[in-house]
C-alpha cells in the first residue's frame, strides 16, 4: 500500500526555468512532510519541509505547496540549475518526528536539468 | 560538519550467512533510523531507535534485529540471509531536542549484495 505517491517517475527541465515536482498522499493523518534529493551513491539529503499548518514554505530556490483538500503537494525549483539533476523523494510522518517516529517516502522522480 | 557514518559501504554475503552494519549518527544525535531501499525502489522504513530505546517498528523481517548502544551508534543484525535481501540499507539520525520536526540525516548507505 503504496501512502506517498510520485506518479512522474521522471522530468526532463531546462535550465533556468522551473521545476515543478508533484507528490499525492493517501494517508490524511500525516501532517508533516519533507522533500529530499539523492544523488547516486549518497544517502538522502533535506531539502525543506511543511507542517500541515502551512500552505507553503520558501527556501531560496525551493518552494513547497501543500494543498491538504487534494493531499498534494509540490516542490519547485525555480531557476533550476544543472546540478539539481538527481533523484526527488516526497517524504511524511503523521505526527511531528519527535521520539523516533518513523518517515514514509515517495517513490522518487528522477530530475535531470538540461543545458 | 560531521554526517552519519555508515559501515561497511559494500557487503556481498552468501544466502543463509549473516551480516552486521552499523550506524554512527551525527554526535549529540539521540534517534536513529534504518530503511531499506530495493532496486528501483523507495526507501522502506525498518525500524527506529530513541535513546537507546526500540520507537517504532516497520517491514523489518523476524531474521533481522537492531539495538542502539549506550554511545548512540546501531547495528543492524540480518541473519539466513536471503537474495531478496540484496539492496541499499540507510541509516538516518536526528536530535530529538532540537526541534519536534528538525529532519532526519542521512547516511551514504551501505550495499548488501546476497548472492
Known amino acids: 500500500d503504496q501512502q506517498v505517491k510520485q506518479n512522474s517517475p521522471s522530468l526532463s527541465v531546462q535550465e533556468g526555468r522551473i521545476s515543478i515536482l508533484n507528490c499525492d498522499y493517501t494517508?490524511?493523518?500525516?501532517?508533516?512532510f519533507l522533500w529530499y534529493k539523492k544523488y547516486p551513491a549518497e544517502g538522502p539529503t533535506f531539502l525543506i519541509s511543511i507542517s500541515s499548518i502551512k500552505d507553503k514554505n520558501e527556501d531560496g530556490r525551493f518552494t513547497v505547496f501543500l494543498n491538504k483538500s487534494a493531499k498534494h503537494l509540490s516542490l519547485h525549483i525555480v531557476p533550476s540549475q544543472p546540478g539539481d539533476s538527481a533523484v526527488y523523494f516526497c517524504?511524511?510522518?503523521?505526527?511531528?518526528?519527535?521520539?523516533?517516529?518513523?518517515?514514509?517516502f515517495g517513490t522518487g522522480t528522477q530530475l535531470k536539468v538540461e543545458l | 560538519a560531521a554526517g552519519v557514518i555508515q559501515s561497511p559501504r559494500h557487503l556481498i554475503k552468501e544466502k543463509r550467512e549473516t551480516a552486521t552494519l552499523k550506524c554512527y549518527p551525527i554526535?549529540?544525535?539521540?534517534?536513529v533510523y534504518w530503511y531499506q531501499q530495493g532496486p528501483g525502489q523507495d526507501p522502506q522504513f525498518l525500524i527506529s531507535f530513541y535513546e537507546k530505546m526500540q520507537s517504532d517498528k516497520g517491514s523489518i523481517p523476524d531474521r533481522f534485529s537492531a539495538q542502539q548502544f549506550s554511545d548512540y551508534h546501531s547495528e543492524l543484525n540480518m541473519s539466513s540471509l536471503e537474495l531478496g535481501d540484496s539492496a541499499l540499507y540507510f541509516c538516518?539520525?536526528?536530535?530529538?531536542?532540537?526541534?519536534?520536526?528538525?529532519?532526519?540525516?542521512f547516511g551514504n548507505g551501505t550495499r548488501l549484495t546476497v548472492t
Open positions: 494517508n490524511s493523518m500525516f501532517d508533516y
Open positions: 517524504a511524511a510522518s503523521v505526527g511531528n518526528l519527535g521520539g523516533g517516529n518513523k518517515l514514509t
Open positions: 538516518a539520525s536526528r536530535n530529538a531536542r532540537d526541534s519536534t520536526n528538525s529532519p532526519l540525516h
Open positions: 554526535p549529540r544525535h539521540d534517534t
